[in-house]
Structures are given as structure tokens and as C-alpha cells.
């Protein structure tokens, strides 16, 4: 168990649909990553958040968005989907510097 | 931009046997981490690397890291099957700090 919470599991929607992911990181992690996996792109970073504030960006679509609230705990926003948004979503949060990022369990999404 | 490729990307080995995952990169990183990922899982941290000429050793598992050469090496010795998994590097760097790139990944099957 990483620590790193992801709710939910697994998430079934339509195309044209908003969902929300959610993460709360390790105790004491200030920094939060989200992730993409997919078969055919491998795992992209898509944003890194710390201590509530954006600290980088990689190829994040204008339709998915993210924040990091006081709490530290984090959400990512994905809207109009589409089926090529169907993928492994993590979330890994650390403890900055050198240390490792620590996964999630991930958000597995299916858009019909 | 920085780039990070593994190979092999598949690898069949039997028990017993040594191997070698190799993971280049295309731009200067002095920081290196290798995970591993079970089907349908998580990632789990498995060493971090910080300068040119670390080491370490889990096991079974080897890791190094040659920054002038800019390559990572992941040593299998006395494969067993339990050791079947994908297995990513990871860069730090490119143009954000916090942000990792990963390689393709190298899927692992160990067989009796």
C-alpha cells in the first residue's frame, strides 16, 4: 500500500460526459502528479501540483483541468470526453527533491 | 525535449538466467528511477538513482547509472518467477523539475 488514495476504482461513462478524479496523497506529501496511461501513448505526466499551487504542466488537454485544495488533496477534471480518453489515470504524490513518486491505485475510465 | 527509450520492450527469460534492461535518455538528468508495475496495478518504486556511477541492489535487481553515457542499467540475476512484471525507467528533468518521463516499459516474463 502506497499510501496515495484514487477514488474511484473505475469510472464507466458516455462520450460528451464531465467526470472527476480524486486523490489524496501519502501523509506529509506536498507535491501531487497526475498521470495518463494508455497502450498506445505509455504513461504521460499531465500535471504536477504543490502545497496548492500548479508547478508544471505536460501535455495536459485544454478539457482536463486539476487543482490541489488546502486539505492537499487533489482533483482532476476531465470534460467532454472522448473514447480515446479511456485510460489509467494515477495519481503519485512525494515528498519533493529527489524522492520517489509514490502511485496511486489508479482510475480506470471507460468512455462507451 | 526529453526522451526515453527501454529495450528490450519484451523479454522472455527463463529461470536461472541473467539479463540486462537497458533505458537511454536524450537529455542531461541526474536523477533516475526505476519502478515496477504488476498487470492491472500499480507502480512500485524500486531504486532511485542520483549521480553518475550509483548503484544499488535489491535482491535479485541491479541498478546503475552512467550520466555522461546517459543510460540506466537494470541487471536480472537468477531470474525468478516472481520477478514477471512490467518494468519502467523514469527521468526526472526536460523543461519542469517535478516532471518524469518514462520509457515504454519492459514487460518481464520469467518462465520455469
Known amino acids: 500500500d502506497s499510501g496515495v488514495t484514487q477514488t474511484p476504482k473505475h469510472l464507466i461513462t458516455a462520450t460528451g460526459q464531465r467526470v472527476t478524479l480524486r486523490c489524496s496523497p501519502r501523509?506529509?506529501?506536498?507535491?501531487v502528479y497526475w498521470y495518463q496511461q494508455s497502450l498506445d501513448q505509455g504513461l504521460q505526466f499531465l500535471i504536477q501540483?504543490?502545497?496548492?499551487?500548479?508547478?508544471a504542466k505536460g501535455n495536459i488537454l485544454e478539457r482536463f483541468s486539476a487543482q490541489q485544495f488546502p486539505d492537499l488533496h487533489s482533483e482532476l477534471n476531465l470534460s467532454s470526453l472522448e473514447l480515446g480518453d479511456s485510460a489509467l489515470y494515477f495519481c503519485?504524490?512525494?515528498?519533493?527533491?529527489?524522492?520517489?513518486?509514490?502511485f496511486g491505485d489508479g482510475t480506470r475510465l471507460s468512455i462507451l | 525535449e526529453l526522451k526515453v527509450e527501454q529495450n528490450p520492450l519484451f523479454l522472455s527469460m527463463q529461470e536461472g538466467k541473467n539479463y540486462t534492461i537497458y533505458c537511454n535518455y536524450s537529455?542531461?538528468?541526474?536523477?533516475l528511477y526505476w519502478y515496477r508495475q504488476d498487470p492491472g496495478k500499480s507502480l512500485e518504486s524500486l531504486f532511485v538513482?542520483?549521480?553518475?556511477?550509483a548503484v544499488k541492489q535489491e535482491g535479485r535487481l541491479m541498478a546503475s547509472l552512467d550520466t555522461k553515457a546517459r543510460l540506466s542499467t537494470l541487471h536480472i540475476t537468477a531470474a525468478v518467477h516472481d520477478l514477471s512484471a512490467t518494468y519502467f525507467c523514469?527521468?526526472?528533468?526536460?523543461?519542469?523539475?517535478?516532471?518524469?518521463?518514462f520509457g515504454q516499459g519492459t514487460i518481464l516474463t520469467v518462465h520455469p
Open positions: 503519485a504524490s512525494s515528498r519533493g527533491g529527489n524522492q520517489p513518486q509514490h
Open positions: 501523509s506529509g506529501d506536498l507535491s
Open positions: 501540483y504543490y502545497n496548492g499551487e500548479e508547478r
Open positions: 537529455t542531461t538528468s541526474d536523477r
Open positions: 538513482l542520483l549521480s553518475n556511477g
Open positions: 523514469a527521468v526526472a528533468g526536460g523543461t519542469s523539475y517535478g516532471k518524469l518521463t
